[in-house]
């Protein structure tokens, strides 16, 4: 037979541990409440806010030569400068040689010195028309359906 008061001190260990048991449920639940009832509208709009968008990065098109050298498709560096405004918004400048007042960005425009007298064979770069939009390009089905906001090789 056990002596009392060590009945009694696992009596009280037992009933410790419970009630540090139950805290900590307690302390779960509250937390889970804060998250799901009290701050759930701001964990909702923070997730939309959330996405992942798609940004086409420009990379510069190779130099398109004659048999002789001669250059029938280039590229010309354009510098572009972006302003932030108070309010949020930016103001975009083209062709500067140097920003005083924001961020710089290259991008390049296409040159072709002859004109459009090799434009048959070179093609060129234009909006997605009305009749190629939804369409999926066979030779890129990866890629998905033709949107209007983007760009597609023509001749």
């Given at each position: 037979?056990h002596?009392?008061?060590?009945?009694?001190?696992?009596?009280?260990?037992?009933?410790?541990?419970r009630?540090?048991?139950?805290?900590?449920?307690?302390?779960?639940?509250?937390?889970?409440?804060?998250?799901?009832?009290?701050?759930?509208?701001?964990?909702?709009?923070?997730?939309?806010?959330?996405?992942?968008?798609?940004?086409?990065?420009?990379?510069?098109?190779?130099?398109?030569?004659?048999?002789?050298?001669?250059?029938?498709?280039?590229?010309?560096?354009?510098?572009?400068?972006?302003?932030?405004?108070?309010?949020?918004?930016?103001?975009?400048?083209?062709?500067?040689?140097?920003?005083?007042?924001?961020?710089?960005?290259?991008?390049?425009?296409?040159?072709?010195?002859?004109?459009?007298?090799?434009?048959?064979?070179?093609g060129?770069?234009?909006?997605?028309?009305?009749?190629?939009?939804?369409?999926?390009?066979?030779?890129?089905p990866?890629?998905?359906?033709?949107r209007?906001?983007?760009?597609?090789?023509?001749?």
């Open positions: 037979m002596p009392l008061s060590s009945v009694k001190s696992q009596s009280w260990l037992a009933w410790f541990l009630g540090i048991l139950i805290l900590l449920f307690l302390i779960l639940f509250a937390k889970l409440i804060e998250v799901q009832v009290i701050k759930g509208n701001y964990y909702k709009n923070l997730s939309k806010e959330n996405r992942i968008r798609r940004v086409i990065i420009p990379a510069p098109r190779g130099k398109i030569l004659a048999r002789g050298g001669e250059v029938l498709a280039g590229n010309i560096e354009v510098k572009k400068s972006i302003e932030f405004t108070d309010n949020g918004g930016f103001v975009l400048s083209e062709d500067l040689t140097k920003s005083e007042d924001g961020q710089l960005v290259n991008d390049y425009k296409r040159y072709y010195p002859l004109e459009d007298k090799f434009s048959h064979a070179l060129y770069m234009a909006q997605v028309g009305e009749k190629e939009v939804g369409k999926i390009n066979p030779d890129c990866e890629k998905g359906p033709r209007s906001d983007s760009l597609m090789g023509k001749t």
